[in-house]
């Protein structure tokens, strides 16, 4: 069975179900040490209860030698008021390279709703072992901000003549982002990947939300930190400078910003001092991230195109192994998933008319193969209304036809192609289409 849709713009769409978008951070203080020569390399690990079982949603990076860790990677999650969301915060030590969890020691978790810590905003709590036990002195600490800006910023950055850490080579120099909450403290945003030996890096660029760097607020304090990467956790301190997302978006069209990068107790010591070097911003950019929402919010529709699959691979339908027996209940595989796909699709498609078409059968009254024809055999219109009409007509043309084959279903693919250029070019002057994919769901 072959499922595809294309778009077309239309009238705004009715009211649609909204979920917000909610961004957690999370670090934790006085983790257990399961290392011996060492501190714990600890990580994150988000997990939703779903179907009563614990699905990994994300992991944060790895904090090396770092009983304290502030995770710079965040969890954005969609929070659904009406539904409890179970989350699971687990800590582990990572003492291998291998991304299975039972590989690394555990230092305990905490389990809570999202809607607890959405309510709370800000929630600290003891981690406890898998038998309830307290893990040690260990607390995790989970800060929720709702991420209702969809812009992102966009940043490209070097330095320049940094000042040298390493006793026998050169700095390996890093950055950390850091935005300022409403209790003034500084809070860990980001952080860049570490630039080895070197005291020109130039750093990959890297997008953020901006509601992540400065809660949207392009004139609000940015702190900038460089440091010099060590391998036992103990980063050495470069410089730092303060700045905002107005003054770094000063770089654009090949116009560059410069910062004096300070380290204020070189500063007090000498009066000739300078600076530890220059953090340069090559190119900034703020531009909108759309979610599908926005696109759907903003009129775009979905037309929906079924292509089902009736070559002799799938069986023979009066044969129960086939997917295209219809059991005593009235249901196959290829009904359930017309109705699993159809119920969701049909709410973004504002004629619900749907072309059904086949491929792979043997048609009446010649009996050649077909890769293109419509289930309710009438090849001028083989539209069907709602998913209902699919439905009945898929029903009444399985006793008409033979099962054959081979799989090719590129003519439906074609098919589609032209539906979604006929609809473009019908929309209205000034409105534009949104959305073009094609998924393929069939029995090969």
């Known amino acids: 069975m072959a499922y595809t849709y294309s778009s077309s713009s239309a009238a705004?769409?009715?009211?649609?179900?909204?979920?917000?978008?909610?961004?957690?951070?999370?670090?934790?203080?006085?983790?257990?040490?399961?290392?011996?020569?060492?501190?714990s390399?600890?990580?994150?690990?988000?997990?939703?209860?779903?179907?009563?079982?614990?699905?990994?949603?994300?992991?944060?990076?790895?904090n090396v030698n770092n009983l304290n860790p502030v995770f710079a990677k965040k969890f954005t999650i969609n929070y659904h008021f009406e539904e409890v969301q179970k989350l699971k915060f687990a800590i582990f030590d990572q003492d291998?390279?291998?991304?299975?969890?039972?590989?690394?020691?555990?230092?305990?978790?905490?389990?809570?709703t999202l809607?607890?810590?959405?309510?709370?905003?800000?929630?600290?709590?003891?981690?406890?072992l898998g038998n309830g036990k307290p893990a040690g002195k260990g607390v995790i600490t989970v800060i929720a901000e709702e991420l209702s800006?969809?812009?992102?910023?966009?940043?490209?950055?070097?330095?320049?003549?940094?000042?040298?850490?390493?006793?026998?080579g050169k700095?390996?120099?890093?950055?950390?982002?850091?935005?300022q909450g409403d209790d003034g403290k500084w809070m860990l945003v980001h952080r860049t990947e570490v630039i080895k030996?070197?005291?020109?890096?130039?750093?990959?660029?890297?997008?953020?939300?901006?509601?992540?760097?400065?809660?949207?607020?392009?004139?609000?304090?940015?702190?900038?930190?460089?440091f010099d990467y060590d391998n036992d956790g103990g980063h050495d301190f470069i410089g730092e400078f303060q700045t905002t997302a107005i003054k770094m978006c000063e770089a654009h069209d090949g116009l560059s910003v410069e910062f004096d990068c300070i380290n204020p107790k070189k500063q007090k010591k000498k009066r000739s001092y300078k600076n530890s070097g220059v953090i340069i911003i090559k190119s900034c950019k703020i531009t909108r991230d759309y979610s599908f929402l926005d696109y759907i919010l903003g009129g775009c529709q979905l037309m929906f195109t079924v292509g089902i699959d009736f070559t002799a691979s799938n069986g023979n339908p009066r044969d129960a192994s086939s997917l295209h027996y219809i059991n005593p209940m009235g249901t196959n595989e290829y009904l359930s998933a017309l109705w699993s796909v159809g119920q969701i699709i049909q709410d973004y498609d504002s004629d619900k008319l749907f072309p059904a078409l086949g491929f792979g059968a043997q048609l009446p009254p010649d009996w050649k193969v077909s890769h293109e024809f419509a289930i309710n055999f009438n090849p001028t219109s083989p539209f069907c209304s709602g998913v209902d009409g699919i439905i009945e007509a898929y029903s009444a043309c399985l006793p008409h036809i033979r099962f054959y084959g081979p799989t090719n279903f590129s003519p439906i693919i074609n098919h589609v192609a032209r539906f979604a250029a006929q609809a473009t070019q019908?929309?209205?002057?000034?409105?534009?289409?949104?959305?073009?994919?094609?998924?393929i769901l069939h029995k090969s």
């Open 12 to 39: 705004p769409v009715g009211s649609q179900y909204c979920v917000c978008r909610v961004e957690l951070s999370v670090s934790c203080q006085n983790l257990l040490d399961r290392d011996v020569a060492s501190k």
């Open 41 to 62: 390399d600890p990580f994150c690990v988000l997990l939703m209860e779903v179907n009563e079982k614990w699905t990994e949603i994300d992991r944060t990076e790895t």
């Open 96 to 112: 291998k390279s291998s991304t299975q969890l039972y590989e690394h020691d555990f230092l305990g978790e905490y389990v809570c």
């Open 115 to 128: 809607g607890s810590i959405v309510s709370s905003k800000k929630v600290t709590r003891p981690l406890v």
């Open 149 to 168: 800006d969809n812009r992102v910023i966009t940043l490209s950055m070097a330095g320049r003549k940094l000042d040298k850490k390493d006793l026998f």
């Open 171 to 179: 700095s390996d120099p890093f950055l950390e982002f850091y935005k």
């Open 197 to 226: 030996y070197t005291l020109d890096p130039v750093w990959k660029p890297f997008t953020v939300p901006l509601q992540s760097l400065c809660n949207g607020d392009i004139e609000k304090p940015i702190k900038i930190v460089c």
């Open 426 to 439: 019908q929309q209205s002057a000034g409105v534009s289409s949104c959305l073009k994919a094609i998924p």
